[in-house]
């Protein structure tokens, strides 16, 4: 290890990466709910919560654990205040546990959830930022010494390059719009206004901020790119991200009580949206194909299928329910629901994974290291993603044409026409099992493998 | 620094697009009142009674939520309250075929739930959820059928809503006249705790139609 710093980054990607295995297992119980509702002892809300909490949790942690490694590598020190970071993982991990404790409770025993002081103790019943107020406090309070730390190493160094400046601007703005989450409001219509801006303005604003950021700099690592041209792709690449994404956000208030001026608003920003991932896929193939040294296969591999899958996912599976003609009738649906895997897949885990292999590495020290096991991991992650996506597309077909164009029930539509849906959903769940216990196998492995000739991980000729 | 004009595209282009924005919130929130009705010390409770047992894991509301189980925007205008009150407090009892489980809402929390609902269902949505434009139907139904929305509990060879048992073959499960006549009359003095709505404003004539359609299902 170059500098003691890059244990806080191992640390991160450690959790985050037991954290989905956790997330995965209990996306198959959910799945498994889908088929028989009551077989497990905990209902489907709960393990619902747990699942995408999980998840944003885990997404979170890697993306802490890449900017302690970016600022580190590029100030080219150790940061400012070591047992500070420590102390920040440890509470980061221990609030965690704690708020799934407290799911885990409620699911138990629904009456254990209650109103103090204004607030609801162990969930607060809003999708994704269920977390209760005592905890909301606890990961903000994480957040300011996880900034205020990174922001303290880089004015004491110095060097405040591009990519550091963006990626540090992506996560201020991240941890701004985690606020507007923590208020009770006694408007249902304004309680999901401000939820939208926490969902909505991560994954579509701050979180795409940092991914380019982090694009720049994974591609700064494993080529010989020069840096002053991928910082001026990625200062597009974000401004774009933003000019579409923010007002983007009134293809979420289409339908929830407020006025119709945001049917235009919604249609015509989030429909560019797709432009700046798509921009984003090309600086990847075009920074590939210039610079011909890549001293880490693997890591670039990763890094251009996160730009083509954050691509696929965010951009087209949102790009064709964002038009409030279609979204009128597939709000909702099990079309949201395959966008949502697509989408959080390809541009977010794939983004933690990439990086993962470009840090971890050079963290370990290894020059070269067999890397048959990540691409196995990759393949069956990606190919069981793409199946189950295509099975819930199927499934929101069906819902659409006949709950919403024909009238038939939810509940039989649900229980009878899309079962086989769910089954296979499951099925595929299960592959996608397999790739994510090879990827915590190979992580916590990696570099023990013997190196096979011809699986080299490294390439530094100018041939092919 | 030569990417200094690119670096300021994205700060200064990116807080006006944030301002853009702002500017939009405030303009909405002056709206947002006239488009749904007063929210009283009610409503609020049964907001709250919504977010202690996370409907929204399984139910979404407004089209935001989880997939698992129905929307719930406009139930409070389609389903009458009674039997959403005695389905919230016991879901399964009520209906043999409900998958939601029984969360040990309070007769108290039912209510307020109910109030919170019917708040919703009458909020101004631009129009969602959408009328089905393709609309299908079960075959000839009696016209006091569709008068009185049995449909919305009951279905027939997979038409209609789920809330009560399925009446594809009623005349084969209760094929006595008498017992379909004093069970539309007075739903509870036949089923013990039936949570099926009285019909009280229903003609003598209606009834019997009802019923001689009903015996037709075998
Ligand atoms: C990485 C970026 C993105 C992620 C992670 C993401 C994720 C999600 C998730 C999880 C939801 C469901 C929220 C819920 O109801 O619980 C959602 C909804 C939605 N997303 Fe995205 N999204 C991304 C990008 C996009 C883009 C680029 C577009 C369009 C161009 C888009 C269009 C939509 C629409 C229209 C909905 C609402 C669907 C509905 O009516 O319920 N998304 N997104
Ligand atoms: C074994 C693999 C997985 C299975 C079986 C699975 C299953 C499920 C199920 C059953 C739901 C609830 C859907 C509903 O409420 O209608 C769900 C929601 C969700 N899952 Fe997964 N999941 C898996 C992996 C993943 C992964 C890897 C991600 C992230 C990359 C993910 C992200 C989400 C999101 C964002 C939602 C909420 C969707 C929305 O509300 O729009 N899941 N998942
Ligand atoms: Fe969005």
């Given amino acids: 290890m170059k500098y003691k710093s890059h244990r806080i980054a191992m640390n991160f990607f450690t959790f ?15 799945a498994g709910q889908f088929i028989k509702p009551d077989f497990f002892i905990i209902s489907f809300n709960i393990i619902r919560t747990l699942h995408i909490n999980a998840l944003v949790v885990w997404l979170l942690c890697g993306l802490m654990g890449a900017t302690y490694y ?242 696929v996912g965010a951009g087209l599976w949102g790009v064709i329910h964002t038009l409030p003609q279609v979204n009128k009738w597939t709000h909702g649906t099990q079309i949201t629901n395959a966008h949502g895997h697509l989408a959080f897949y390809g541009a977010y885990v794939l983004l933690i994974v990439a990086i993962i292999y470009i840090a971890v590495p050079n963290i370990k020290g290894l020059k070269d290291f067999n890397t048959d096991r990540a691409y196995k991991a990759f393949w069956w992650m990606t190919v069981s993603m793409i199946l189950m996506v295509l099975t819930l597309t199927g499934a929101g077909m069906v819902q659409v044409y006949m709950e919403r164009l024909m009238g038939v029930d939810y509940v039989v539509v649900k229980e009878h026409y899309n079962y086989w849906f769910w089954v296979f959903r499951a099925f595929f769940g299960v592959g996608f099992l397999i790739g994510v216990g090879l990827l915590v196998l190979d992580y916590f492995t990696m570099g023990n493998l013997p190196v096979r000739k011809g699986a080299s991980n490294i390439r530094t000729t100018a041939s092919a | 620094m030569e990417n200094n004009g690119y670096r300021n595209l994205f700060i200064f282009g990116s807080l006006a ?109 631009n129009g969602w959820p959408p009328k089905p434009i393709m609309t299908v139907t079960a075959g000839n139904v009696a016209d006091a059928y569709t008068k009185y929305q049995c449909a919305d509990c009951h279905s027939i060879s997979g038409v209609g809503g789920t809330s009560g048992p399925d009446l594809s073959h009623e005349a084969s499960i209760h094929p006595d006249a008498d017992w379909q006549l004093r069970h539309l009359t007075d739903p509870a003095s036949v089923v013990a705790d039936s949570a099926m709505t009285p019909f009280p404003d229903m003609s003598q004539e209606e009834r019997t139609q009802i019923v001689n359609f009903l015996l037709t299902l075998k």
């Avoid at chain 2, 405030?26 to 929210?39: H, S, Y």
Wanted: charged content about 15%.
């Fill in chain 2, 17 to 125: 697009c944030f301002a853009i924005l702002i500017a939009l919130t405030v303009n909405t929130f002056g709206k947002l009142d006239q488009r749904a009705e007063p929210i009283t010390e009610e409503v609020n409770a049964g907001k709250m009674v919504w977010h202690k047992y996370d409907c929204i894991g399984c139910h979404t509301i407004l089209g935001n939520g989880s997939y698992f189980a129905p929307d719930m925007t406009k139930i409070a205008s389609r389903i009458p309250k009674s039997y959403l009150k005695k389905f919230l407090m016991d879901p399964k009892k009520t209906n043999a075929h409900a998958t939601m489980p029984k969360l040990g809402i309070t007769a108290e929390e039912a209510d307020q739930l109910i109030v919170f609902l019917d708040w919703i269902s009458k909020v101004d949505t």
């Fill in chain 1, 16 to 30: 985050a990466v037991l954290l989905f295995l956790v997330q995965v297992l209990v996306g198959l119980i959910a």
């Fill in chain 1, 70 to 311: 970016v600022v580190v590598e590029e100030t080219e020190g150790e940061l400012w205040n070591l047992p500070l970071a420590h102390f920040q993982f440890w509470a980061t991990a221990i609030a965690t546990i704690l708020v799934v404790i407290g799911y885990i409770v409620m699911g138990l025993n629904p009456q254990a959830n209650k109103w103090v002081f204004g607030t609801l103790i162990l969930n607060e019943g809003r999708t994704y930022i269920e977390a209760p107020r005592w905890a909301d406090c606890l990961i903000a309070l994480s957040a300011i010494l996880f900034l205020f730390n990174n922001v303290m190493t880089i004015i004491k160094s110095k060097k405040i390059t591009g990519i550091q400046g963006t990626l540090i601007g992506g996560m201020v703005f991240l941890t701004l719009m985690y606020l507007p989450g923590m208020v009770y409001i006694k408007s249902m219509v304004k309680d999901q206004f401000w939820w939208w801006w926490v969902v909505h303005l991560w994954v579509e604003g701050a979180w795409e901020v940092i991914a380019g950021a982090l694009l720049a700099f994974m591609l700064l690592k494993v080529t010989n790119a020069p840096r002053h041209v991928l910082e001026r792709w990625m200062y597009i690449e974000v401004f774009l991200v933003l000019f579409t994404g923010i007002l983007g956000i009134g293809h979420h208030y289409y339908w929830i009580g407020t006025p119709p001026y945001w049917l235009w608003i919604g249609a015509i920003f989030s429909s560019l949206e797709p432009v700046p991932l798509l921009v984003m896929v090309w600086d990847a193939f075009r920074t590939t194909r210039e610079n011909r040294i890549i001293n880490n296969r693997i890591g670039l591999f990763l890094s251009v299928a996160h730009a083509i899958f954050n691509f």
